[in-house]
């Protein structure tokens, strides 16, 4: 379907359209300035973080455990991550080979810095999170695309990762599950790429971020845990998903060890250790109760079936999200542009959602919603877009 322009979209979305992060905090600073906005935009968790976190927290506060730390992280976090990523992903990593970063962002950034010389090639899933984009071409890197499909649920092929590598190739990055298509690379796809990075010398750099949010019936694989691949794999996480703790600041990278260090010499010149009180938090969420993941993804499903059935009335199609916090939705039976049509869906619904322009250029057709909102305020969002819809749908 041929996507209709519409004058209507303001002249300051349309000048940072072309640049991913900007159109997204475009976005959100209209929000702001309108009143009884549903923000279906960001990716950040609505539930509170569990009481037991936030008291080790005052604990460490109340009992003057505030002072600096090594600028990997305390050893007593970087042996709890350690231990809980060889019992839950089956990652053969020790505490040597654990970072502690300030978010899953600066890791990924890190990592990046440590790892790519200008020139270098770095494969790279499309769509996919535009923060990637900033770090690859901060350390004068080069993004080569591997195109997923909605009609396979984003998932990637080894196949497309072989056919995009060329003689600069140096890294493959993967998202798993990703942002923003809600898609996961499952088992049988991991171990075919494993195969072509082995083959190819290439390192991968797998986000996991959302790993622990995944839906019945599929389950989550780490690549790392493969033979062959510990060396040549680094593996990032953060807190922030799967605990409520987006704010709290707090990520870790398993690594080989000289990656580890090669790192942490980059973060010792810059925003040096992670703060203190989130690292005691960090350690309680790995040592303490697991019941809260469970039941924050019990939340996550029930959230998710809803918004499927919206999108469903609304006629958008969209590959069957199997992780992470979002939808990307196909909106082109509306005829209209995505950047234009989540203008629309702001300024006369309401409704702060994110077009997939923002996640890579081609990307006209698409959008990205989360459900990080009650089910009751999931519903009213989709109730107040449904007759925007139907007034400028061609």
Not at 340 to 360: C, D, M, N, Q
Not at 362 to 372: D, F, G, K, P, Q
Request: glycine share 8%; net charge negative.
């Amino acid at each position: 379907m041929t996507i209709k322009a519409n004058p209507n979209i303001p002249e300051e979305v349309r000048a940072v359209a072309a640049d991913g992060t900007q159109l997204r905090y475009a976005l959100m600073e209209m929000a702001q300035e309108l009143d009884d906005v549903i923000a279906l935009g960001r990716g950040d968790p609505d539930l509170d973080t569990p009481p037991h976190i936030v008291e080790a927290a005052k604990a460490a506060i109340r009992d003057g455990r505030t002072g600096p730390t090594p600028v990997k992280g305390t050893d007593a976090l970087r042996a709890a991550i350690a231990e809980h990523m060889r019992a839950v992903n089956g990652l053969p990593v020790a505490a040597e080979n654990v970072m502690v970063t300030t978010g899953g962002q600066e890791g990924l950034f890190l990592a990046i810095q440590a790892l790519i010389d200008p020139g270098d090639e770095i494969l790279v899933p499309d769509p996919r999170y535009t923060s990637y984009d900033d770090a690859i071409r901060r350390a004068g890197g080069i993004m080569v695309s591997v195109p997923t499909n909605r009609e396979d649920a984003f998932n990637l092929e080894a196949e497309a990762v072989e056919a995009a590598i060329r003689p600069a190739s140096k890294a493959l990055l993967i998202v798993t599950p990703s942002n923003p298509t809600a898609g996961i690379v499952t088992e049988d796809r991991l171990r075919a790429i494993a195969d072509v990075a082995i083959r190819h010398n290439l390192i991968v750099i797998v986000d996991e971020i959302y790993g622990k949010i995944v839906y019945e019936p599929w389950r989550h694989f780490s690549i790392g845990s493969l033979p062959g691949m510990d060396q040549r794999t680094i593996t990032l996480d953060a807190f922030s998903k799967t605990y409520a703790m987006t704010g709290w600041r707090c990520g870790y990278v398993a690594a080989p060890a000289d990656v580890i260090d090669a790192m942490a010499r980059i973060k010792q010149v810059t925003t040096g250790p992670v703060a203190t009180v989130s690292q005691w938090a960090g350690l309680a969420a790995m040592t303490g109760p697991q019941d809260c993941v469970a039941e924050y993804l019990r939340i996550y499903t029930d959230r998710r079936a809803v918004l499927l059935d919206g999108l469903d009335r609304m006629g958008f199609a969209y590959g069957e999200p199997r992780g992470g916090l979002f939808v990307w939705a196909d909106c082109s039976a509306t005829g209209i542009h995505a950047t234009e049509l989540s203008y629309l869906l702001l300024k006369e619904g309401r409704v702060l959602i994110f077009p997939g322009t923002a996640f890579g250029e081609t990307w006209r057709e698409y959008v990205r919603i989360t459900m990080l909102e009650p089910i009751d305020t999931l519903k009213e969002a989709v109730e107040r877009m449904l007759p925007v819809l139907e007034r400028y749908r061609l």
